[in-house]
């Protein structure tokens, strides 16, 4: 893409947002990668002038559990339709007496407890290393800090996401443990989307909205999928708010990201040239393309 081009933006619908409403000129359009297929196909709109493109996370009507997402496809899709900025949309558990349900929370770091589940795009025959330093664009948190404002909807900016394999909730323990971590919140899906945005050099950024206290909170102890629908519709009402003023600040942006995420591969493979092997640089040709 041309640094002088538009932003595009994608959008990374979680548990109870599985589209977005207000978007013109609609096109759900099935995308194939090397990496197998995507959640779902893909919605292709307009949120004014501002090219939106979207993917329920779990498939539309959630036919997907988190351990079944196929995490490389939906960023190597989104990638090769041109996104440069990806905001993630995610239900999450507090882990913190002041983060009740209904907070939205701008996390910037993560914990990755997932344990069944591709991580990279890169392996043999393509070795790379990318900076995880700060998972989450600045840009794109102020951008969404902002929109937050003018839509009337408090947001927290900063804080840790544990994620967690499921589909079962927390035990006990394993919330204290987590809580002791100093995280905030605690999810299934945002690891490890968030290291294959990296990798595929998308500017990335999580809203994790906060449905549930986990299991550790002695007046809330334990979860239910009830319990957890409820918030999560009301959840999405305020989502759909955020997403239609973020969009536009986002699409405002030409050139590289002024945090480097665009230029995430420059010194990230490590294999010689002459050592890659061709069949795997051949797979990455969207996600790497630009530095093989």
């Not at 709109?45 to 501002?50: H, K, S, W």
């Not at 839509?151 to 006990?172: D, K």
């Not at 708010?241 to 590289?256: I, N, Q």
Request: proline share 5%; charged share 20%; hydrophobic share 45%.
């Amino acid at each position: 893409m041309s640094s002088s081009a538009p932003s595009v933006i994608g959008i990374i619908g979680g548990s109870g947002l599985y589209q977005i409403d207000g978007l013109a000129d609609v096109e759900w359009r099935a995308v194939e990668t090397p990496f197998g297929a995507p959640s779902d196909a893909l919605c292709f709109g307009r949120l004014g002038e501002a090219r939106v493109v979207f993917l329920p996370r779990h498939g539309r009507g959630h036919r997907l559990g988190p351990s079944q997402i196929n995490f490389r496809a939906n960023i190597d899709a989104l990638k090769r339709c041109g996104v440069t900025d990806i905001l993630s949309l995610s239900a999450v558990g507090s882990l913190k007496e002041e983060l009740a349900p209904g907070d939205f929370v701008l996390a910037d770091q993560f914990i990755d407890r997932t344990v069944a589940r591709e991580r990279s795009f890169f392996g043999a025959g393509c070795v790379a290393h990318v900076s995880l330093a700060h998972p989450v664009c600045a840009r794109l948190g102020d951008a969404l800090s902002a929109a937050g404002a003018k839509a009337g909807i408090p947001l927290r900016r900063g804080g840790s996401y544990l994620a967690m394999e499921g589909p079962q909730f927390s035990t006990l323990a394993e919330s204290r443990l987590y809580r002791s971590w100093g995280c905030d919140v605690i999810g299934m899906t945002n690891m490890p989307e968030a290291k294959l945005a990296r990798e595929a050099e998308i500017c990335y950024a999580t809203v994790a909205m906060v449905t549930d206290f986990d299991c550790w909170h002695p007046e809330h102890d334990h979860v239910t999928v009830e319990t957890v629908v409820r918030v999560l519709l009301a959840n999405a009402e305020k989502a759909r708010s955020l997403v239609k003023r973020a969009v536009p600040l986002l699409a405002r942006h030409r050139g590289a990201c002024p945090h480097g995420c665009r230029n995430a591969l420059d010194h990230a493979i490590i294999t010689a040239p002459e050592a890659r092997d061709p069949a795997v640089v051949a797979r990455l040709d969207a996600v790497a393309g630009r530095v093989l």
